[in-house]
């Protein structure tokens, strides 16, 4: 019975992660478009991409990205709902607009290299391998992987629990840079699916995080001329 109650509580103290069943409508999307999404599309390519080497060694910071939005995303989960919303309006507000992107106008690109007439062969090869498997060359812009990168290195910024830890705003940032480059240098993706996912960065900033960002400076400002309130 004490479990049961002790179980109870703990939902009840975290029921705002509800909104994180929006990841179930995320996946049933993204497979449907991974599924239909094959020959047909728009070639997405710039010259910068041919000046840009395959190295299979980017694949560890690629594959800490699933590490760093999940642990970001729970941590504000369990400590700062106002975070958590905003972290989370940030990124799936992205997402959607993404899905909307390769809805109506399906895209992919021909970069991937062909990993057996590399001649060689390791463990970081092997891991890209099982990426290019399951992961088709579809529905890249705007990059997912970069926007909620850049998405999570925001939310952890202007959090105000961790603004001031230096170390962590750097490495957030480092990682952020290395998962964006990985992208590119695995021939996951266009240069052009970066620029793209830094736009709509850019949008959704503004959207989610600029009007709360005002209302604290005009509250800060009205407190500075009545101090009494």
Known sequence: MKLLKNFTNLIMKYKHGWILSYFFIYILWFTYLERTVTTKFNPIYSRLDDLIPFNEVFIIPYFLWFIYIAVTVAYFLVTSKQDFYRCCAFLFSGMTVCLIVYTLWPNGHYLRVDLE???????????????????????VFPSIHVLNSVGVMIAINKSEKLHNIIWLQWSALILTV?????????KQHSIMDIFGALVLSVILYAVVYVPNRLRATAKTSKLSKNPGI
């Open 117 to 139: 007439q590399l001649g060689r062969s390791n463990i970081f090869i092997d891991m890209l391998a099982s990426i290019y498997s399951f992961d088709t060359a579809t529905n």
């Open 178 to 186: 290395l998962i964006c480059l990985s992208t590119v240098f695995l």
